[in-house]
């Protein structure tokens, strides 16, 4: 399973995102990869499964992706719940 | 072989980042696996930067030659990662060392002192790092001295600033679980505190409707190659197609050059991007997982990105106030005999975008266009003095975009000046 995590730099916001994904895996005693990447870059790649903030992350939704959209991307709490149905 | 070690080893900076990455993999206890692709990587991402500022400095060369041409003027386009890329190859050697030992500071200021925060914005880091490195050598410091001084001022910057910003944070996300650890904070500070004094945070922007099709802005690579494209277009028609056509194309209509000079030029800072988010990739996560041992109950302070879910509305409304005032600066600064600071989609997309929702936190619809503004006028005109501080490096027709690289600067400019 690989996961992408999403921002509009593909810096800084998607990167503590990605470290909050795998802390989240961790709790749940799940594995998967997960990468960090800017939003033009995320249109190319294949991915099981894109997240990102609220605010961008439905510009990814054309139907054909799973998409998790985050209220607080610093929430480890949300990211479990959201992240379970998936697994 | 001593000699090899200090020049070629410490004195390549792609290898020495390299080191660095090799010696957080080790600290981590990583598997060989992780530990050799982590290492080559970081040294990839390092030359990636490299190749990016190349490809950047041929299309601002271009663009230096029409606007010149066009305005007898020199215009100056502030983007963070084309001057960071453009200043690696003087002194990439001091920025690697300053960053490392900066973030070792950060630790240990987090440890001891109240101020308990935790930079993570890795590439931010890094062009502070750059800006301290570049001012501090123009400013004559060599040697140990230059690292030196230039951590522990990097590892101030890295907590102060956000804590500068936390009791606005505070109201931002109505908790205190993390910072904003991003040098914009001057101008989200001014933000907040304008909204605080003119507005009244009862009226929220996110009570208003505003369309969503400004989002596609977001995109770094759609913004920077929008902006660049309409700039190109118009300096190029002011140029004239004479000028263009036999002067620098080479006969290529010149409207067509200047789109593929515009999009050259956003080319050139994916590239970096690419190499920036490599290259800090496995310095970040070793920076924090030695933090967390360290300062366990520190705040992570984090890109500014993190509270625009707050109030996307003052996002939008941040980024075209902020836009605006850079727009009127361009004209108020040849005036006062400044360098043309030509406004950048990026820079005030992000910082713009910050500053609004700071504004909105204290002082609702008026705090957020009046916050932004004020970020936009200060994203004008501290680019323009800082240019002068940069020695050589003022002239590559870029500089650093945000805030607090400007005050950083400045401040240190002028304490140089008095030794």
């Known amino acids: 399973m690989r996961i992408l995590v999403v921002c509009g730099n593909g810096l800084g916001s998607s990167f503590i995102m990605e470290l909050n994904v795998k802390k989240a895996l961790v709790e749940l005693g799940k594995e998967a990869v997960v990468e960090h990447t800017d939003l033009a870059t995320a249109r190319t790649e294949k991915a099981d499964l894109f997240i990102g903030a609220k605010d961008i992350i439905h510009s990814l939704n054309d139907g054909t992706r799973k998409i998790i959209a985050l209220e607080n991307v610093m929430n480890v709490g949300e990211i479990k719940e959201k992240l379970t149905p998936y697994l | 072989m001593f000699n090899m070690i200090m020049k070629d080893i410490l004195g390549t900076p792609a290898i020495?980042?390299?080191?660095?990455?090799?010696?957080g993999l080790l600290l981590q206890k990583?598997?060989?696996?992780?530990?050799?692709?982590?290492?080559?990587?970081?040294?990839?991402?390092?030359?990636?930067?490299g190749a990016g500022a190349n490809v950047i400095i041929s299309s601002l060369d271009i663009f230096g030659k029409m606007f010149n041409k066009a305005f007898h003027l020199s215009g100056v386009i502030p983007n963070n990662e084309a001057i960071v890329a453009v200043a690696q190859n003087a002194f990439g050697m001091e920025t690697a060392l300053i960053m490392v030992l900066g973030m070792v500071v950060n630790i240990l200021l987090a440890r001891f002192t109240r101020f308990k925060y935790i930079f993570l914005t890795g590439h931010h880091t890094m062009f502070m790092a750059c800006l301290i490195g570049v001012i501090l050598s123009t400013g004559g410091l060599k040697g140990a001295d230059l690292v030196i001084i230039g951590s522990v001022l990097l590892g101030l910057c890295m907590v102060l600033f956000p804590a500068l910003l936390q009791s606005y944070v505070k109201q931002i996300t109505n908790s205190d679980d993390f910072a904003v650890g991003h040098f914009g904070s001057l101008g989200y500070f001014a933000a907040g505190t304008i909204g605080k004094y003119f507005g009244n945070k009862e009226n929220s922007t996110e009570n208003i409707k505003v369309p969503k099709q400004l989002s596609f802005l977001r995109d770094t690579s759609v913004a920077v190659s929008l902006t660049m494209t309409i700039l190109f277009?118009?300096?190029?028609?002011?140029?004239?197609?004479?000028?263009?056509?036999?002067?620098?194309?080479?006969?290529?209509?010149?409207?067509?050059?200047?789109?593929?000079?515009a999009i050259t030029f956003a080319a050139g800072v994916y590239i970096v991007l690419a190499g920036v988010r490599i290259?800090?990739?496995?310095?970040?996560?070793?920076?924090?997982?030695?933090?967390?041992?360290?300062?366990?109950?520190?705040?992570?302070?984090?890109d500014c990105p993190t509270v625009f879910p707050f109030a996307p509305n003052a996002v939008i409304i941040g980024f075209i106030m902020s836009f605006l005032a850079?727009?009127?600066?361009?004209?108020?600064?040849?005036?006062?005999?400044?360098?043309?600071?030509?406004?950048?989609?990026?820079?005030?997309?992000?910082?713009?975008?910050?500053?609004?929702?700071?504004?909105?936190?204290?002082?609702?619809?008026?705090g957020a266009i009046l916050g932004a503004f004020a970020n936009g006028l200060l994203i004008s005109f501290l680019p323009a003095l800082l240019l002068p501080l940069l020695g050589t490096l003022g002239f590559e027709k870029t500089t650093f975009g945000d805030s607090d690289f400007g005050v950083v600067g400045l401040i240190l400019g002028f304490i140089m000046r008095l030794f």
Do not use: C, W
């Open chain 2, 16 to 23: 020495l980042v390299g080191l660095f990455a090799l010696i």
């Open chain 2, 30 to 49: 990583k598997g060989v696996a992780d530990i050799i692709a982590g290492t080559l990587k970081t040294i990839m991402g390092f030359v990636i930067i």
């Open chain 2, 233 to 261: 277009v118009i300096v190029a028609l002011f140029a004239g197609q004479s000028f263009v056509e036999s002067e620098l194309s080479g006969g290529t209509n010149f409207i067509v050059y200047s789109l593929i000079q």
């Open chain 2, 279 to 302: 290259l800090i990739a496995e310095i970040v996560p070793a920076f924090k997982g030695i933090a967390d041992q360290i300062v366990p109950n520190a705040k992570p302070a984090l």
């Open chain 2, 326 to 366: 850079g727009l009127i600066s361009m004209f108020v600064l040849p005036a006062l005999g400044l360098a043309v600071i030509v406004p950048g989609l990026v820079p005030h997309f992000f910082t713009g975008a910050t500053a609004g929702v700071f504004g909105n936190a204290t002082g609702g619809r008026r």
